[in-house]
């Protein structure tokens, strides 16, 4: 089974350029996550998506970050302008079920973004 | 909102050691408690879950008990492998997965 794809795998930009991170899920999976995971820290829930709706993104700075999942299967992510305090991994993952009681989380392997 | 603390890193045991990793947990009702961790060049993955008290979740030789009272979700091994190095993430979920800030573990041989 192929797991969650992710690209590109290392971004490196200056402040205020934009950024596009692109996510496929694993077939079948209806939810989908988009985590923002700052050094030295745990990810954080930017923004859940089941099928194309968005379920939670109060947690998405939304005057600089947009995300969309057109057809319910695969991500983007935007960033612009980026600023320094940006520079993280972004992590996609999906799941079959939605909520965070029951369901198992499968993470692909990130995006690294440094802005400079 | 929900919080996790767990053990600061880094951790460094020689194989064979015995593990804890101390998590202690914040949340409204009763979440689901979880281990993920991610090793190195990988993405993050579930190691173990509970989901109600006194649950006990285990994998690989890890354990982790759901103590209410306590509000914990340690992670143990009886005996570390080089295999397991890596980072350990203790993760709660109500609403959402609320994540630690992680524990990176070395095991050297």
């Known amino acids: 089974e192929a797991g969650v794809a992710q690209s590109p795998r290392y971004k490196i930009i200056e402040k205020r350029q934009s950024v596009a991170f692109w996510c496929n899920p694993i077939?079948?999976?209806?939810?989908l996550y988009w985590y923002q995971q700052i050094l030295g820290q745990g990810p954080k829930l930017l923004i859940q998506?089941?099928?194309?709706?968005?379920?939670?993104d109060s947690q998405l700075p939304k005057d600089r970050f947009s995300a969309e999942r057109l057809k319910g299967v695969d991500s983007t992510l935007k960033i612009q302008p980026a600023k320094l305090e940006d520079s993280a991994v972004y992590l996609c993952?999906?799941?079959?079920?939605?909520?965070?009681?029951?369901?198992?989380?499968?993470f692909g392997e990130g995006s690294r973004l440094t802005v400079l | 909102g929900d919080s996790v603390t767990q053990m600061e890193g880094p951790v460094t045991l020689s194989e064979e050691a015995f593990l804890t990793i101390n998590c202690t947990y914040t949340?409204?009702?009763?979440?689901?408690l979880f281990w993920y961790v991610q090793y190195p060049g990988e993405g993050l993955q579930l190691l173990l879950k509970?989901?109600?008290?006194?649950d006990k979740g285990s994998n690989k030789g890890f354990e982790a008990t759901y103590r209410k009272e306590t509000t914990s979700f340690h992670l143990e091994k009886g005996s570390v492998q080089v295999s397991d190095s890596a980072v350990y993430f203790c993760v709660c979920g109500s609403e959402k997965l609320v994540f630690g800030k992680g524990t990176k573990l070395t095991v050297n041989p």
């Open positions: 998506f089941q099928n194309n709706g968005v379920v939670d």
């Open positions: 993952a999906s799941s079959l079920t939605q909520g965070a009681r029951s369901g198992e989380l499968f």
């Open positions: 077939s079948g999976h209806a939810t």
């Open positions: 949340a409204t009702g009763y979440p689901s």
């Open positions: 509970a989901t109600k008290a006194d």
